[in-house]
């Protein structure tokens, strides 16, 4: 698969190298991207949060990854450009910072714009809470803040959902992903949600 790149939290088994992944973060320790980056299997990432994930860490100070950082704005507007055929636009997002290095400025209304580039993958494995057969996806919370445009963003489109149903059963009103946009779909077993940083309020 050579440099292939996966948005999302990938499966690991087959022991693919030289992947370039594109997902808010690298996973949890030993736990979704993480098994990847543990297993040697992740060569650049583009995200826009490290995390608590010590082994990045040690891989981009020793150079053994190629990470990019890309502002949250900007990374969601990145993958929703690459699904709406953008393939670019200007942000003030980063002007004057590492963020534009390198990359062409303009001036607009009296503001400078940095260019940004849309975001596309071979593949997008993306999680939904509800979809019917046909791929038509529901979600919840915070999952719609990057699964609607990474699935958008991608070439193939593998969808894991939490129920899956009957074409027909799903209010239509309520469908976020359309089956269009959706190449493979199955309904997932022990959905276990990790949180990576557990803050609890002090007691009086």
Request: charged content about 25%.
């Amino acid at each position: 698969m050579g440099s292939r790149k996966i948005l999302s939290t990938p499966w690991c088994r087959k022991g693919v190298k030289n992947l370039t992944t594109i997902s808010n973060n690298v996973g949890v320790d030993d736990f979704g991207l993480g098994k990847c980056l543990y297993a040697g299997q992740i060569k650049a990432h583009v995200g826009s949060y490290v995390g608590e994930n010590r082994l990045l860490e040690q891989l981009v100070l020793t150079n053994k990854i190629d990470l990019t950082l890309v502002p949250q704005g900007t990374f969601a507007e990145r993958l929703r450009a690459g699904g709406a055929g953008i393939p670019a636009f200007f942000t003030p997002t980063g002007v004057g910072t590492m963020v534009a290095e390198g990359k062409e400025t303009r001036e607009f209304d009296g503001r400078t714009y940095v260019m940004e580039r849309g975001l596309h993958a071979d593949f997008a494995l993306i999680k939904a809470w509800k979809g019917d057969k046909w791929g038509n996806l529901i979600y919840r919370k915070t999952a719609r803040n990057f699964n609607p445009m990474m699935a958008m963003a991608a070439k193939i489109t593998i969808a894991e959902v939490e129920h899956l149903v009957e074409p027909g059963e799903l209010d239509g009103d309520h469908v976020i992903t359309p089956s269009i946009f959706v190449k493979r779909i199955f309904q997932g077993m022990n959905h276990e949600k990790r949180i990576e940083r557990r803050t609890l309020r002090k007691s009086a």
